[in-house]
C-alpha cells in the first residue's frame, strides 16, 4: 500500500460490549510495538458533560470540539495517524474531515458481535446501574450500524476470538 500524504483515521465502531475500546488500546500496542506513529482517541470521553450544553443536546458539537482540540495537540507533535473508538465513528466521517484539517483518509471498521457475546462481556464490565440500558441500547445500535455503514465499511467479527486476533485484523484493513 502506498503511503497516504495526509492523515489516517482508523475509526473503530460497534455495539456496546463488542470489545471497541479493548480493540482499540491492542491496535495501539501493536503499532507501538512496531515503531508506528499515532495516536488513540477514545470518543466515549469527549461528550460526557451533564446537563448537555445549550442547543447541543445530543453533544455532538461538544464531541467535536474537544476532538479538534486533542487533534490539534497530535498533529502539533506531527501525528498523522488517529485511532478512535466511538459506538457511531463509521456514521461521522465529516466530523473528522473538518477537525482533522487536512485530506484525511477514513479506515471504517464495524466490529460485530452476537447478543450474547455482547451480553456476557457488558455483565462483566458494568458493575453498576447502566447494564440492562446498555444492553438494550446495543441491541438497537447494532441494527442501526448494519443498516447505516457506509459501503467501504470493513466488518470485523469478534465472537470467539482473541483480541490480538482482531487487534492484527484491524491493521490489516487499515494497511498499517
Known amino acids: 500500500m502506498t503511503e497516504h500524504r495526509g492523515c ?7 455495539r456496546s460490549g463488542v470489545g471497541k475500546s479493548t480493540v482499540g488500546w491492542e491496535v495501539s500496542a501493536l503499532l507501538r510495538d512496531a515503531g508506528t506513529a499515532h495516536c488513540l482517541i477514545e470518543g466515549d470521553t469527549l461528550d460526557q458533560v451533564h446537563p448537555a450544553p445549550p442547543g447541543d443536546p445530543h453533544r455532538s458539537a461538544i464531541t467535536e470540539r474537544n476532538l ?10 506531527g501525528h498523522r495517524r488517529l485511532i478512535y473508538t466511538n459506538t457511531v465513528s463509521i456514521l461521522e466521517g465529516g466530523m473528522f474531515e ?5 485530506p484525511t483518509r477514513l479506515v471504517r471498521i464495524l466490529l460485530t458481535a452476537g447478543d450474547a457475546t455482547a451480553r456476557a462481556r457488558l455483565a462483566v464490565r458494568e458493575t453498576g446501574s447502566q447494564l440492562d440500558a446498555h444492553i438494550r441500547r446495543g441491541a438497537l445500535m447494532a441494527r442501526r450500524l448494519e443498516e447505516q455503514a457506509p459501503p467501504d465499511t470493513v466488518r470485523v467479527p469478534t465472537d ?14 487499515a494497511g498499517w
Do not use: F, K, Q
Open 160 to 173: 470467539g476470538r482473541s483480541v490480538t486476533d482482531i487487534a492484527r485484523e484491524v491493521l490489516a484493513a
Open 68 to 77: 479538534a482540540a486533542l487533534w490539534a495537540n497530535y498533529a502539533a507533535l
Open 8 to 14: 489516517e483515521a482508523l475509526l473503530i465502531a460497534g
Open 98 to 102: 473538518r477537525t482533522m484539517g487536512v
